[in-house]
């Protein structure tokens, strides 16, 4: 009786508290597609029912989770809340293979979602987490203890998604690309999570163009002008991320950058076990990949949708470079951006892949505009035979270009960027 009591308060302590309404038009507790775990132990209770996640009393008649010592698992879920990168209580769900869901779970990348890469394999959550390069989930948990409420026994996932909210992107859709009629809203403000009474959706609220009014890309509109990419395909005029043919101001999409930037910003310091360092700290209004002005003094002429005329003037959301989750491709760099696909193994040049996806002519109009210095200093690396002749690989565009890079003005219109140490002149 005391165990029981226990469990009770810690319920009623740590756990968000979920609007029912809130709760049953999530995608966890909707009642034609909620939550449904397969053991036979809960036969009878209804799809999005509390107890396919949480078994407050330890177990339900000797399912798990079985206690240890009479300890049951956090928050009484039906397995330990997080172990390791590939092992987390939402994964039990959350893939395609062995899943305690009837079928498994289909989750789309980003780029297939919303950029409609159809050729896209990576289809659960588990194994975009465990590609070469995702966000680490022990260096979340080590960033968010402590912080917003959340604790040691917090599972990093809930960073970003409030379970109880949370809605599918596609609702009810896994395997097709998102349209205007399948849109839901999946994340919620990791800085939200310290009043967890008010803990809602993050971009579902839409209140109409003007800096601050909103949750969503066309909120910057005062002052700047979020432009969205095409979906993939070579001839493609339908915008990410819902395939419109009109909608291409960001009315439509999630402010991603106020919600990333609760995290990646100027000040907080972030530990990346997977790079060995401190993940770079960066103002996003002085980013030129961002919210800062990016001029077009070199010539790297911009693709369409982009325009010459709109140059200063762009803010850019992170999701059209970077995956939520995980991708093959450095930095969570997607497969897919602007009709192209995207191909980074890491080397040199490699990111030319991505930058080649919104800009033209990168190597003739833009680094060899100076080539008695630019070549000499950054892109022609060695001497190869015959004697007297270099070879024509290119630094790796990031030398210089990074979120972070410190703008230089020389009193022109010349700018330049730190890198290493150094300045580069482009």
């Known amino acids: 009786m005391v165990n029981t009591i226990c469990i009770l308060i810690l319920l009623l302590v740590f756990c968000p508290a979920a609007n029912a309404g809130e709760y049953l038009d999530s995608a966890h507790g909707n009642s034609s597609f909620g939550v449904a775990r397969t053991d036979s132990k809960l036969a009878t209770y209804s799809r999005g029912n509390c107890s396919h996640c949480h078994e407050p009393h330890m177990s339900i008649e000797g399912g ?32 395609d293979t062995n899943s305690v869901q009837t079928g498994g779970l289909i989750n789309r990348s980003y780029s297939y979602r919303a950029g409609d890469w159809s050729a896209d394999t990576v289809n659960d959550i588990q194994e975009a987490f465990s590609l070469t390069s995702s966000h680490s989930l022990d260096d979340i948990s080590t960033f968010i203890t402590g912080k917003w409420g959340y604790t040691a026994n917090s599972n990093p996932c809930a960073a970003c998604h409030n379970p109880h909210a949370v809605q599918g992107d596609p609702a009810n859709a896994m395997s097709a690309a998102k349209s205007n009629i399948t849109r839901g809203y999946p994340v919620s403000r990791p800085s939200a999570h310290a009043a967890l009474d008010t803990w809602g959706l993050w971009g579902d609220d839409y209140t109409g163009p003007g800096a601050g009014n ?66 770079r700290n960066f ?90 210095d630019c070549t000499w200093q950054c892109h022609w690396q060695v001497w190869v035979d015959p004697p007297g002749v270099f070879n024509t690989e290119y630094r790796d565009c990031t030398v210089c270009h990074y979120h972070g890079s410190t703008q230089i003005y020389n009193g022109t219109t010349t700018l330049y960027e730190s890198y290493n140490g150094g300045e580069h002149l482009f």
């Open 64 to 95: 798990e989770p079985a206690p240890a010592s009479g300890t049951p698992s956090a928050y009484t879920l039906f397995s330990p809340n997080h172990v390791n990168q590939t092992d987390n209580f939402c994964f039990k769900c959350h893939t």
């Open 214 to 279: 909103g949750e969503r890309m066309n909120n910057y509109a005062a002052s700047q002008t979020y432009q969205a990419p095409y979906r993939f395909g070579p001839t493609t005029t339908n915008y990410e991320p819902d395939g419109s043919t009109t909608t291409s101001d960001g009315s439509n999409l999630t402010d991603f950058v106020t919600f990333c930037t609760d995290c990646h910003n100027a000040t907080d310091t972030i530990v990346s076990t997977a790079l060995a360092r401190n993940v």
């Open 283 to 372: 103002d996003w209004s002085l980013e030129k990949h961002g919210q800062g002005a990016a001029s077009n003094d070199t010539g790297t002429d911009f693709k369409a949708p982009y325009q010459e005329t709109s140059a200063g003037q762009y803010v850019l959301s992170c999701t059209d470079c970077h995956e939520p989750h995980g991708s093959p491709n450095s930095m969570l760099t997607r497969r897919a951006v602007n009709r192209l696909n995207v191909t980074i193994p890491g080397g040199r040049g490699n990111w030319k892949s991505l930058c080649d996806t919104c800009h033209f002519g990168i190597p003739d109009k833009h680094h060899l505009i100076n080539p008695g």
